[in-house]
């Protein structure tokens, strides 16, 4: 078996909304987007960079999350800054401040508008597996 792709199906409560947003924060390009008979999007396809998702619009099935999911997406770009601000622009909330961390990376954590959580992140020093093993242990006891 050899896997070809694999990538996150984002349920949320406005797709074509989200769309824009991710647009707008990420700089997305919609690859696809495909609708029902009502016009609600069952499928779109974005891509940023080299980082591509789904997002669709909620249903009976797939639900929307109602607070912040059991999944955190990590988004390594190259202005995390810059990034978060453009998330929290669009209506984003800070749920952890972009700072430097022990680990080597400057990171935070953004709740889009759609119930999902983004880590924006760069890595800002290159550091070798034990290192970052050392430092997580000592900064998180």
């Given at each position: 078996?050899t896997v070809?792709?694999?990538?996150?199906?984002?349920v949320?409560?406005d797709a074509d909304?989200?769309?824009s947003?991710y647009a707008a924060?990420?700089?997305?390009?919609?690859?696809?987007?495909?609708?029902?008979?009502s016009?609600?999007?069952v499928?779109?396809?974005?891509?940023?960079?080299?980082?591509v998702?789904?997002?669709?619009d909620?249903?009976?099935?797939d639900?929307?999350?109602?607070g912040?999911?059991?999944?955190?997406l990590?988004?390594?770009?190259?202005?995390p800054?810059a990034?978060a601000?453009a998330?929290?622009?669009g209506g984003g909330?800070v749920v952890?401040e972009?700072?430097?961390?022990?680990?080597g990376?400057?990171?935070?954590?953004?709740?889009?508008p759609?119930?999902?959580?983004?880590?924006?992140a760069?890595r800002?020093?290159?550091?070798?597996p034990?290192?970052?093993q050392?430092?997580?242990?000592t900064?998180y006891?």
């Amino acid at each position: 078996m050899t896997v070809e792709q694999l990538h996150p199906r984002l349920v949320v409560s406005d797709a074509d909304a989200a769309i824009s947003f991710y647009a707008a924060a990420f700089g997305a390009e919609l690859l696809e987007r495909y609708t029902d008979g009502s016009g609600r999007v069952v499928h779109a396809l974005l891509r940023a960079g080299p980082a591509v998702w789904a997002v669709k619009d909620a249903d009976d099935v797939d639900q929307a999350p109602t607070g912040a999911g059991a999944v955190i997406l990590a988004l390594y770009v190259d202005d995390p800054d810059a990034v978060a601000a453009a998330m929290v622009t669009g209506g984003g909330r800070v749920v952890f401040e972009v700072a430097d961390h022990s680990y080597g990376d400057r990171a935070g954590r953004i709740a889009d508008p759609y119930g999902h959580v983004w880590m924006v992140a760069a890595r800002n020093e290159e550091l070798d597996p034990e290192q970052i093993q050392q430092r997580t242990a000592t900064a998180y006891p």
